[in-house]
């Protein structure tokens, strides 16, 4: 691999590996909800197929960063860190000097997370914040698009709006280096329009398929449901905050059913979790940040046939579908 050198006039731009719109470097075979891009979903600051990532780290952007498109970075912060960087870059490996779209520069020797832009041969004016992450631990940067600024989340919480001082279009290479470990760099994404609403992508959800879900609850309530024909609703999974508990249901020719409640509830307002939902032959099986939390026995006599679609809805951010 080839490292990227970074100096008080100039970017250097080695090149790595294309980073495309599915994930770290190369495409995904997952299937993602109808007419999305693939979107970051981290369990416990992790992805599945997570792998170690050396750094320095740099790699070309396969397509523009669109608004509501979001950069997913995460590993773990060496014990005796100094500073790590992250910089989203302008122009080809030969341009010099380079431009540095967004730089963010985590300084445990200040203690402060740092911002700014490279731009025409010079710094621009610094923007900071409290240090988000400490020594020895892990870490997860999420770097969001908006139409006005750049959102930095550091460990699901947002510290920072980083107002646009040039185009995000512009950006087409990635760098990463400095005091820390690499598992995980993801790209692409939407926001999801809550009511959300869509078919299986291969009509229905079969044994074996699993429906996995990165969110952020936002109120008291929200729900996923697994629709059958008819305006049936055979699964209804509904997290009730107020109550601390999860209600799971079936609704089939207008009546619902028995409530179950019992289990855990690992769900906080405003962190985010990643959901599974796993249609075995003879339940439904519930896993959040990797841990199962429940077991719903079916209420249709053919499981692998009826679940055709699903919704969302409720007080809910949603970042990201995908059908395995």
Not at 62 to 79: E, S, V
Not at 129 to 139: H, I, L, N, V
Not at 158 to 168: A, C, E, N, P, T
Not at 209 to 238: E, K, Y
């Amino acid at each position: 691999m080839l490292i990227i050198a970074l100096t008080t006039n100039r970017f250097v731009y080695p090149i790595d590996a294309a980073l495309d719109g599915g994930g770290r470097g190369q495409a995904d075979q997952r299937k993602t909800a109808p007419n999305d891009i693939r979107s970051s979903i981290d369990v416990a600051m992790a992805h599945p197929g997570d792998a170690p990532i050396p750094v320095p780290y740099v790699t070309k952007l396969g397509q523009p960063l669109k608004a509501g498109q979001t950069l997913d970075i995460h590993g773990r912060i060496n014990k005796d860190a100094n500073r790590v960087e992250v910089n989203l870059l302008h122009g080809a490996p030969s341009i010099d000097p380079g431009q540095c779209v967004l730089h963010i520069n985590l300084r445990f020797d200040e203690k402060k997370i740092v911002m700014n832009s490279y731009m025409n041969g010079a710094w621009g004016k610094e923007e900071r914040e409290s240090m988000p992450y400490k020594q020895g631990e892990a870490y997860d940067l999420k770097i969001r698009v908006q139409e006005d600024g750049f959102e930095i989340w550091c460990d699901e919480k947002k510290v920072h709006v980083y107002k646009h001082r040039m185009g995000y279009d512009a950006i087409d290479y990635l760098q990463i280096k400095g005091d820390c470990t690499l598992s995980g760099v993801h790209w692409g994404g939407r926001y999801y329009n809550i009511p959300w609403e869509t078919a299986f992508p291969d009509g229905n959800l079969r044994a074996g398929q699993s429906i996995l879900m990165h969110a952020i609850p936002r109120g008291d309530r929200w729900n996923l449901d697994l629709l059958g024909r008819g305006g049936d609703v055979l699964f209804h999974f509904n997290p009730r905050f107020k109550d601390k508990q999860i209600v799971r249901n079936c609704q089939k020719g207008g009546v619902w059913g028995r409530e179950e409640r019992e289990g855990p509830f690992p769900f906080e307002k405003n962190h985010g979790f990643d959901l599974k939902i796993e249609n075995e032959p003879y339940s439904i099986q519930i896993f959040v940040n990797n841990e199962r939390i429940g077991t719903f026995e079916h209420r249709t006599s053919q499981p692998t046939e009826d679940y055709i679609g699903m919704r969302i809805d409720g007080d809910i951010e949603v970042t990201n579908i995908e059908f395995v």
